[in-house]
């Protein structure tokens, strides 16, 4: 019998909720017992190719790319993780919300103490993915099913929502398992 798929992905993440998965070390090998990984930055697959069961998404949208790949999850996956701050409410990278965006690119690429860019250039080829006006956590672009907190969630919170999803249990984590830093 097929295993269930899992896909996953860093949109504005940092990948350190990506590192948090993987810290859950050993149990690596009973996750690949459990289930087939489809589209994720461990292997090296681009779009997702089968139906998956589960989607885990790290990081908000700031890109329209990120928006582009959303999408993709949600219209894949039968149940959609928002994983980490910044999926779930837009984590650190939401800061520059509250700074327009046009002062975030002249502080980026032609103010900044650090900018060596005498004719003011900006990069804008087309391959380069437009920037939203603010970074959006996943839920206000796709529905999403589940939201799991921590800046990264910890490697057993992980372990054990993806163990119940698998398992038809609820999810249901005990309180030393949810922080929001
Ligand atoms: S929630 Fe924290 S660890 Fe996860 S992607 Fe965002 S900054 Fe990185």
């Known amino acids: 019998m097929s295993k269930p798929r899992v896909a996953t992905t860093s949109l504005a993440g940092c990948f350190g909720c990506h590192m948090s998965l993987l810290d859950i070390d050993e149990r690596i090998l ?3 017992e459990l289930v087939d990984f489809d589209r994720s930055p461990i292997d090296d697959i681009k779009h997702i190719s089968q ?3 589960i989607g885990l998404i790290e990081g908000g949208c700031c890109n329209e790319e990120n928006v582009h790949v959303l999408h ?3 219209e894949n996956c039968d149940v959609l ?3 980490g701050d910044c999926a779930t409410m837009g984590g650190i990278p939401a800061m520059r ?3 327009p965006l046009e002062e975030c690119i002249n502080e980026a690429y032609r103010d900044g103490v650090t900018v060596y860019n005498p004719k003011g250039i900006v990069p804008q080829d087309p391959e380069i993915p437009l920037l ?3 970074v959006y956590p996943a839920h206000e672009v796709v529905k999403i099913d589940y939201s799991l907190p921590g800046c990264p969630p910890s490697a057993d919170t992980l ?3 993806l163990t119940a999803l698998l398992t038809d249990k609820p999810v249901e984590l005990p309180y030393e398992l949810l922080k929001y830093d």
């Open 51 to 53: 139906r998956c069961a």
């Open 97 to 99: 919300n509250n700074i």
């Open 81 to 83: 993780i928002s994983f």
């Open 132 to 134: 939203l006006d603010k």
């Open 159 to 161: 372990w054990a929502a």
């Open 72 to 74: 993709e999850f949600r």
């Open 30 to 32: 009973q996750l690949i």
